[in-house]
């Protein structure tokens, strides 16, 4: 019967790998998530479980709000913003799952930091995996009406929040990211204000292990200076590597062979609007590894 177990949730893991992300917002603590509620599910009476997805989905959920719950004293005291761990995706196209692409992105993973921790189980469980209010409800812990009022004031909180998401075409914004790349190192801070939308914003992760702005930076002019400041400070010993992360462009940059940050970009119009820019080391470890997500 073990076999059986790691058969079945072996075929839903980049599901539940996804489920557990978006809830945490960490590739790492949905790694042990995983491993936990593994454990868990090892002990069932398979003979007993009518729906295997439903019934794991329920069993991540509830262990990444453990998770989420119990970490959120270390994020209060979190030194300057708090980003999402960055996700290396392994060679999928972004634009077969539009809703997919945007559930992971670093805008939206931004945002769901603003929810409840039940808030945005229940959004992640109904918005993006089309799980119904009944589900929700046993993988929460709470009636079926109420779940369903949770579900329209998060859905309403993120909507008042999101700005529209465009149709990802990733062969356009390699293009435009490849661009960035000779642009900020040919330190023409002009031609580099072009990229950007007049409102673009730096911010910078550094977990207080590395130096990083502690607020973000705002407007074309100052995240242009800001960049190429950056690259000249880091001079002839950086090398760059091009990636998608998050279902959006990413550039790793790695000072004498190792990683010392990666840059997430969101364009929108042809433009740059944001920079979700990874320093602190230990959110740079999980990119180690390429991941598989999922929505079925």
């Known amino acids: 019967m073990k076999g059986e177990h790691a058969e079945r949730f072996t075929l839903l893991r980049p599901l539940l790998f996804t489920i557990a992300y978006e809830i945490l917002g960490s590739a790492t603590e949905a790694d042990d998530v995983l491993q936990d509620s593994y454990l868990r599910w090892a002990g069932v009476d398979l003979s007993a479980v009518r729906d295997t997805k439903s019934y794991l989905a329920q069993l991540v959920t509830r262990q ?8 959120a004293r ?74 369903r009022q949770v579900a329209h004031r998060a859905r309403e909180h993120v909507r008042a929040r999101r700005k529209r998401f465009d149709t990802v075409d990733p062969q356009r914004n390699a293009e435009i990211t490849a661009q960035f790349l000779a ?20 911010m910078a992760d550094g977990g207080g292990k590395v130096s990083a702005a502690r607020r973000p930076v705002v ?27 998050n279902s959006a462009p990413a550039v790793l940059l790695y000072l004498e062979a190792e990683l010392a940050m990666v840059v997430t970009l969101e364009i929108a119009g042809d433009k740059i609007t944001n920079f979700y820019v990874m320093r602190n080391p230990d959110k740079l470890a999980a990119l180690a590894t390429a991941r598989d997500i999922s929505r079925g």
Do not use: H
């Open 183 to 202: 642009t900020a190192a040919s330190g023409d801070v002009d031609a580099l204000m072009a990229m950007l939308a007049p409102d673009a914003a730096w």
């Open 74 to 147: 270390r994020r209060e005291e979190y030194v300057g913003p708090w980003l999402p761990e960055p996700l290396l995706l392994d060679d999928q196209d972004p634009s077969t799952d539009v809703v997919l692409a945007e559930s992971v992105s670093m805008a939206m993973l931004v945002l769901l930091e603003t929810l409840s921790p039940d808030e945005r189980a229940v959004f992640v469980l109904r918005e993006v995996f089309g799980f119904d209010y009944a589900e929700i409800a046993e993988a929460v812990g709470k009636p079926a009406p109420t779940v």
């Open 64 to 71: 990444s709000l453990n998770a989420l719950r119990a970490g």
């Open 219 to 245: 407007g074309a002019e100052k995240v242009a200076r800001a960049i190429t400041g950056l690259l000249r400070k880091a001079g002839t010993e950086m090398r760059v590597e091009m990636v998608n992360c």
